[in-house]
């Protein structure tokens, strides 16, 4: 006899205490609810109807949905991966699931839309080669979404030809491998200077990601949640993505003090601590070699001020010219932003990220605009600004956090305030 579990990784410390035995298959609803002790995101009824073994109990349908590496993520700590070409996915982390599930209103157009989460299996063969899937229900409002539907079919035809499809498989020695469709090339511009089909910060995140689910689980087939988000890069053909470390403070009210006086140590030696913000990564496209530059985390806490000055003009530079005509939609949006960010009270972002992505292709390739042109096509925007990464953020009344801080995020503020500064002296 089967016995069915709710299977999370560990390391992400997702739902402790949750179990659910073949009850639930049975159907015996009210023998399996005594059996359940503790329930910290879901209720009983939204648990099993999320369990893709349970779909017959509450009438859903599940779908299994191969999911493929990321190839634009430029920073973070675990792999993302791709669910489609919209929409896509990594571990679940259990604040920042509930920090989606909380947005305020006005911050919900600077994040990536929360698509909800989906049972992930991953299977390893006897060769090493891995498959990833997911699975979720066949009927999602999401799906159907306008924000969704309203996306350039010009643009993801094309980003289904460029990006193509890709394998992964995780060798004895501990190293992955990813087999790739694509005709994109990434050039690494740190001492390595290599060259691959994948930024080299998401093939280092997967590998690391791989890793350690494979040591928390161990044999053939490891389950895990993950949640799913809006792909914001996924309106450009070719976009270029800077990832910024917001903030004066990156450490988290429930972090221990070796942790605690790391992070310090990296904002005080960082222009974290000068201007509020560090490159946390970058990829940018460049028109005369067909390729993107990418930096990563490392690169941006060598920089000084002038350093990161410099970067940030080389993020708007394509190879053949400065998009100066980007210049006015980046300022405008980050002081929306800050704007927005001043009247959340006892907000605080600790850790967070700042993505600024804009496309880099020429008139030819990019759907529904040229260079210089604001007005793009539907569902394009010529820059997007989104607020990513939410695992140590908190505000008054958030889960059970004991310390509530007073006034706005000052440390975030400041940063934006710099940014906003460097980006009008490029002007």
Known sequence: MNRYFILISPFHQVLPEVWCLRALMEKHLTTATTLITKITLYNFHDLIRRMPECSGVMGEEYESVPLQPFLHQVSGHTGMFQYDDKTVCKPLNVREYNFYLNVPHNLKQFTAEFRGTIEVEIHEDSDGYVTILGHRPTSTDWQKSSKCENFSERASQKVKKEEGQHSLRLLRSGSVEVSTQTDQVFDSQDSTNK?????????????????????ANQGPVTHCKFILLENVAAQYCHPSILDLKMGTRQHGDDVSPDKKERFMKKCQNTTSSSLGVRICGMQVYQEDSDKYVCVNKYYGRSLGVDGFKQTLHQFLHNGFVLRKDLLDPIIQKLKDLHRHIQSHDTYRFYSSSLLIMYDSSSQDDHPGKGLGNDKAGPGSNPVDVRMIDFAHSTHSGFQNDTTVHSGPDQGYLYGLKNLIDVFTDMR
């Open 195 to 215: 060259t691959e089909n994948i930024n080299p910060w998401s093939l280092r995140c997967h590998k690391k990601t791989l890793t350690k689910l494979r040591k």
